[in-house]
């Protein structure tokens, strides 16, 4: 194979993001960006169920497209909760405070997870490999 | 044009370089413009930056997200596109020192998978340095991954060493990942960092090693480090500073000042470029005739009297 290859699918990638920024004008300072902050971010906001909820019923979460749908699920105590991965990717189901109640292993495209709550509460879990991932079961 | 290679032209307008940019491409010479500085990646064989690595400079090899195990539709075969990978690297006119492994070695830390990864990196015939991506420390914090290939590592899988004038840093940032966040280095870490670093002549020149991007990529997708600030700061001092980074399976580079920032791409299969509507940071399904386009390797070369690297990006295929 030729050395003198050109490099167009890796950088040109890139090239056609910073073309597209640049030609976008204000957007451009996203390569600029300052160093992320220091503090996670916790992105619950939208999902606090003390707010009126529109709480998704069934016992099922599907992992698709780098996200829990639902990403809020409400069950009754006893239930038994099943997590399948759809995505192409590996996700995990894992507790974001200890003790993780919640914590499967990887889960490969088709795998499943289940787990059976026993106690009510709000259980807030996030994905470990993508931790932007999170999702919340409430056990009522 | 080497000199044009070398990092940073103060005061240059932008436009001007907007310019560089649109015309570059067609006369053979690939800017990117990042920062408003130009860098101009060498072409293989073009006779206007045909400056390959010579007997004498130090050259070594970045290796990416080869993702043995992982059989979806955006790669079948990752096996065979890591051989072919090894292939370019063979076909090196000057045989690299090394090659960095900068993470997601296996697809879901496997032991299988470990096995068939180690066994196709040792036919490069190269010493090589590892550091895990979230996909090898899918078990036990790591331990298959440090077992195999953290034996020269001190605690908490980091390490530096020095090689052809070179300080090597190697960070982990995919432990300990918190809920919400992106990368993570923790305290523990950038103060061993700190140590590390203390003490060296800024004119030494760094190279740092990190999975995650240490910048902010795109937030929304995970593609950055939460606490990369503190290490950044660590790395100020110094006149040359290059980091090199996987885990988005594409090439995208910053320069702040003195680092230059560069993620590579994988071996296995592409990514989408960040934040794409309708697209996630997952793997992407390509046309097959466009697949060995978008993979490839990176070769770094130390050239005598030049403290910034020359920084070469090899496809798979044209």
């Known amino acids: 194979m030729s050395r003198t290859s050109i490099l167009i699918g890796g950088v040109g990638m890139a090239m056609t993001v910073v073309a597209a920024l640049v030609a976008g004008g204000g957007v451009l300072p996203r390569l600029l960006d300052p160093a992320p902050p220091a503090q996670a971010v916790v992105n619950h906001a939208m999902m606090d169920p003390a707010a009126k909820p529109v709480a998704a019923t069934g016992n099922e979460v599907v992992i698709d497209n780098f996200s829990f749908g639902p990403a809020m699920l409400t069950v009754a105590v006893g239930t038994k909760v099943v997590w399948t991965n759809d995505d192409a990717d590996p996700h995990t189901v894992t507790s974001e405070t200890d003790p993780k109640l919640l914590k499967s292993p990887a889960l490969d495209t088709g795998d499943s997870f289940t787990f ?12 470990s490999l993508h931790p932007h991932m999170q999702g919340i079961i409430v056990v009522q | 044009m080497r000199d044009q290679i070398e990092r940073g032209m103060p005061g240059t307008n932008r436009r001007g370089l907007l310019k560089c940019m649109l015309l570059g491409a067609a006369g053979g010479v690939l800017w990117t413009v990042s920062g408003g500085v130009p860098r101009a990646f060498q072409l293989g064989g073009d006779a206007l930056a045909a400056t390959p690595p010579a007997p004498g400079d130090f050259s070594f090899v970045q290796i990416s997200d080869t993702h043995i195990g992982f059989h979806g539709e955006a790669n079948p075969d990752p096996n065979g596109t890591l051989q072919l990978a090894l292939a370019r690297i063979a076909e090196a006119p000057v045989r690299p020192a090394m090659m960095l492994h900068t993470g997601d070695v296996t697809q879901l830390s496997k032991p299988a998978e470990f096995d068939t990864a ?17 996909h090898d420390t899918l078990v036990d914090d790591g331990k298959p991954f440090f077992d195999r290939f953290g034996k020269e590592n001190g605690t908490g899988g980091w390490y530096s060493f020095d090689q052809g004038g070179v300080h090597f840093v190697a960070l ?6 918190r809920p919400g966040g992106l990368g993570y280095l923790g305290p523990e870490q950038l103060d061993w960092l700190k140590k590390d670093l203390k003490g060296r002549s800024a004119s030494t020149p760094i190279v740092v090693l990190a999975h995650m991007p240490l910048w902010s990529v795109s937030a929304a997708w995970g593609w950055g480090t939460d606490d990369a600030a503190q290490a950044i700061s660590y790395l100020k001092p110094f006149g040359s500073v290059t980091v090199l980074n996987g885990h988005i399976h594409q090439v995208i580079q910053k320069v702040e000042g003195g680092i230059t920032f560069q993620t590579a791409m994988s071996t296995a299969f592409p990514q989408a470029a960040p934040d794409t509507p309708g697209a996630n940071p997952g793997p992407q399904k390509v046309p097959a005739d466009r697949l060995k386009s978008l993979l490839g390797v990176r070769e770094i070369a130390f050239v005598k009297d030049k403290a ?8 798979l295929e044209a």
């Open chain 1, 116 to 127: 059976t709550f026993d106690k009510p509460g709000t259980y807030r879990y996030f994905c």
């Open chain 2, 118 to 134: 180690q066994q196709l990196l040792k036919t490069a015939g190269l010493q090589t340095h590892f550091i895990p991506g979230e």
């Open chain 2, 172 to 177: 982990i940032n995919v432990l300990n990942l």
């Open chain 2, 308 to 315: 910034n690297p020359m920084i070469t990006d090899e496809r």
